[in-house]
């Protein structure tokens, strides 16, 4: 009798390899295919993320998109960032910027200026809703990024300021940044002569403060 058995060692064989090199094909691409989709960042800030102070291209929204590029991550960052905004100057400058950038995420990094000025924290919460909301509204991720001020402004006042960010985090859903100038804001000798202002040299640690949080949301 005519035997089929070395033929059908040869075909399971043949499948195992094919199956193989299948498996290895697709894992290898797939994370290529996580960020292969282009994306664009779009960086509503004040003077921390405007580069206030420094030579242009060492502030940390720049480093960002050097960082990008390096990776090869198929992203465009756009820095709408002014100094001195508040959180309503973001509510009032977003609609026309989501509507231009039709950005896939979205950083928000305001509210040093508004508590710095001492004004209404509800306000600034309301306002910081707003921005969160419009943003996702355009289907857009939102990262909203932490800040803290001085305790000499009062220490209940900064408090009460800082949980916001937190708190929306929780609220909204959404990324948050713990504090912006982690490992920076301990450190008299990163800032400039206004000590409030970081120097170029403390960018670097800004981004790394940033980076872990904003990749997640890029996939």
Known sequence: MLSFYPVQCQIKTLSKTLFLIAYLFINLLLPTQAYSASKTILVLGDSLSAEYGLPRGKGWVALLEQRVEQKHLNATVVNASIS??????????????????????????????????????????????????????????????????????????AERFFSIYAKLSKEQKISLVPFLLDG??????????????????????????????????MK
Request: glycine share 8%; net charge neutral; proline share 8%.
């Open 184 to 217: 920076v804001a301990e450190n008299s000798s990163l800032f400039q002569p206004d000590r409030i202002h970081p120097i170029a040299e403390a960018h670097p640690t800004i981004l790394e403060n940033v980076w872990p949080h904003l990749i997640p949301l």
């Open 84 to 157: 001195g905004d508040t959180t309503s100057g973001g509510v009032a400058r977003l609609p026309l910027l989501l509507s231009k950038h039709k950005p896939d995420i979205v950083i928000i990094e305001l509210g040093g200026n508004d508590a710095l000025r001492g004004l209404d924290l509800k306000a600034s919460e309301l306002n910081f809703r707003s921005m969160i909301q419009q943003s996702k509204e355009n289907k857009a991720k939102v990262l909203l990024v932490g800040m803290r001020i001085p305790p000499n402004y009062g220490k209940d006042y």
